[in-house]
């Protein structure tokens, strides 16, 4: 039963830090570009970053700078750590695992962060 798995998320103050993780299984991980994308109230879901299974990583302009996003593939887990939070960072945040030529595309249930006074 393929799975991913997000934890990590909650209500921050501007400027503070949060790390999303999301643990995958059911499926090979590490051959899969993983990614985290958003979604905020009344807006499509957008990328945030994504890695690719060789480890070269992508960034929305917005998140340059202030996300880092890593993996652990012995864990089968993607990270996403977010400083410097403002809040229009606010949104459900979905952890992401496709592979094209497979023609595969997992997504896990999605976590909440608020960023907020």
């Known amino acids: 039963q393929v799975q991913l798995v997000e934890s990590g998320g909650g209500l921050v103050q501007p400027g503070g830090s949060l790390r999303l993780s999301c643990a995958a299984s059911?499926?090979?991980?590490?051959?899969?570009?993983m990614g985290w994308y958003r979604q905020a109230p009344g807006k499509q879901r957008e990328l945030v970053a994504d890695?690719?299974?060789?480890?070269?990583?992508n960034y929305a302009d917005s998140q340059k700078g202030r996300f880092t996003i890593y993996r652990d593939n012995a864990k089968n887990t993607v990270y996403l750590q977010m400083n410097s939070l403002k809040p229009e960072d606010t949104a459900v945040y979905y952890c992401?695992?496709?592979?094209?030529?497979?023609?595969?595309?997992?997504w896990g249930q999605g976590t909440q962060v608020t960023v907020s006074s």
């Open positions: 890695i690719t299974s060789g480890g070269v990583t």
């Open positions: 059911g499926f090979i991980a590490s051959i899969y570009t």
């Open positions: 992401n695992a496709k592979h094209v030529i497979l023609k595969t595309n997992y």
